[in-house]
Each structure stands twice: as C-alpha cells, then as structure tokens.
C-alpha cells in the first residue's frame, strides 16, 4: 500500500500531557497537509509543507502546537501540555507540486484528551 | 476569504436512486479546484470527483458527476443509482494553488435498502 499513512491511530492522554503524532506520506508527493476534525465538523487547515518548508500556518495552531518535517519525507506534530479542546481526529494529506492539486489522505490519529 | 457551505446536514435514499449534494462557495479567484471527498464511517476521507475551475465541462466519474456552475459559484454532486456503500459523510471543498483545502459543514448521506 502506497497511500498515505499515519501513526498511532488512536491516543488516549491525560490532560498536560505530551503526545506526537506521525504522517508518512505518498513517496513522491512533497506538499505535507495537517488538518484537524472534531465530531460532525469539516476539517480546518493547520499547516502545510513545501519540502521541508513550513510555509503556512493555521491561527488554530497555538504555541503548543509544533509541526517538523526534518528531511521533507515523513512529518510530526506535537501538541505540547494537552487540554481536552484538543480532542479531535488530526489528518494528514499530501499531493504532488503545482499542477495536481489533489490532496490524498491519511487514516488520521485520533486523540482523546481527559 | 474563501468560504464552502453546504446547506443539507443530511439526506436519505433509496437504493438505486439519484440523490443531488448542494455545495456552494466564495473566492475572489478565477483559478481554483473544487473537490467532493466521502468519508465513510470510521474510515478515512477519499477523493469523489475534481473540478477544475477553468474547465466548463462537468467532471464525470463512473456514477458520479458534479454540476458546476461558476457565475452562481454552485458545485453540486449527483451520484446515481445509488449504492449501499455510498452511505457516508460528503465534504464539497476548494483550493487555490498548493495551499490548504477549505471544506463545507459536511452532509451526512445514507442509502438505505
């Protein structure tokens, strides 16, 4: 399977705890998406990646939030000291450069925050 | 700023028959792509169908076509003879360039026997 994967699936944390998700995406693809899902909604844009180039982020992402993509293959994103608004599925996408806009989806990693 | 809404949070069907999603939205671009994505129950968000926005002929894709009108900024999904596994949450969304995806409410379709 080639498509975009992400790990763990599922994290259950203790409110001020640390937790780090992982997105690998599709070989060839060097734009990285995050975006987070809550129950019933949309998903909203966090960040996005050119390489290993950060170049957007999300007003959604505060401080605690921390996203890396250190050799423009694989990314993290750490939620820092986790309240229980953290709670939601954070997706990941991934899509070739310019001219195929498409984004291809992970699974997700879904957090629950007590 | 760019907006989707989608103003049905849930339809229902028949197997077999032709249901129409309703997705409007709001760009000040002319270049862009608009995207209808399913995400079934507990299980991961997949690409329907795309649109290019230069493009005035309406994507097709096997039972599924859009219907997008870009003066009334409309971009409807019709799927026809309609499928049990059909049964999802469909999400119109757009894009400009590489940037980040903006997505509607969502509407929650079921199909039922």
């Known amino acids: 399977d080639t498509g975009v994967s992400q790990n763990p699936r599922h994290k259950i944390t203790k409110r001020g705890q640390n937790v780090t998700f992982r997105c690998d995406p599709i070989s060839e693809h060097n734009r990285l998406y995050w975006y987070r899902q809550t129950l019933g909604q949309g998903p909203e844009f966090l960040t996005y990646f050119q390489n290993e180039a950060q170049l957007e982020k999300s007003r959604l992402l505060s401080d605690r939030f921390s996203a890396e993509r250190p050799k423009g293959s694989f990314s993290t994103l750490e939620i820092q000291r986790t309240e229980q608004g953290d709670s939601a599925m954070y997706l990941c996408?991934?899509?070739?450069?310019?001219?195929?806009?498409?984004?291809?989806f992970g699974p997700g990693t879904r957090l629950l925050v007590l | 700023a760019q907006t989707v809404t989608q103003s049905q949070p849930e339809m229902s069907v028949q197997e077999a028959e032709t249901v129409t999603l309703s997705c409007t939205y709001d760009?000040?671009?002319?270049?862009?792509?608009l995207f209808w994505y399913k995400q079934p129950p507990s299980r991961q968000m997949i690409l329907v169908i795309r649109q290019e926005a230069y493009k005035q002929q309406n994507a097709t894709e096997n039972r599924f076509s859009v219907n997008f009108q870009k003066a009334a900024k409309s971009f409807s999904l019709k799927i026809s003879d309609s499928q049990l596994g059909d049964t999802a949450m469909y999400f119109c969304a757009l894009v400009q360039g590489a940037q980040k995806l903006v997505f509607g409410q969502g509407t929650r379709l079921t199909i039922n026997p």
């Open positions: 996408a991934s899509s070739l450069d310019r001219g195929q806009e498409t984004q291809y």
């Open positions: 760009t000040s671009e002319s270049n862009y792509y």
